[in-house]
């Protein structure tokens, strides 16, 4: 009994991945999500995917590293991509700002520009 139930558990994490990855590209060709931004998001379903039907994946990849409690691995692996996609959204949030900045000062300047010509009429 209990394996049939693994083999439910292990069938319905299969779809759900699929599903979400099918989630994903649809976001991806409606224009939703950038691809820069769902590159993320494929690897992570890619990953859940590999580990649904892979089930002892886990432990095996933890006791080559050292961990003894293997769910742990799977909290240092999203501590770790949580700290990335930060400084990446950091990196775009900085340069956003400063193309904004740029745009206003071109602006103002183009601007005053415009109002001079007026005066000059």
């Given at each position: 009994m209990q394996n049939i139930l693994n083999y439910k558990l292990q069938i319905i994490a299969i779809v759900f991945t699929i599903a979400f990855m099918y989630f994903i590209f649809r976001l991806i060709v409606k224009g939703k999500l950038r691809e820069e931004y769902s590159f993320v998001w494929i690897i992570c379903a890619a990953l859940l995917l590999l580990f649904s039907i892979w089930r002892n994946g886990l432990d095996v990849i933890a006791s080559l590293l050292g961990i003894y409690y293997a769910p742990s691995l799977i909290f240092i692996g999203a501590l770790f991509a949580i700290i990335i996609f930060l400084v990446h959204l950091s990196v775009v949030n900085s340069k956003q700002h400063k193309q904004i900045k740029e745009l206003?000062?071109?602006?103002?300047?183009?601007?005053?520009?415009?109002?001079?010509?007026?005066?000059?009429?």
């Open positions: 206003t000062q071109e602006m103002a300047l183009l601007k005053e520009k415009l109002e001079v010509k007026e005066d000059q009429k």
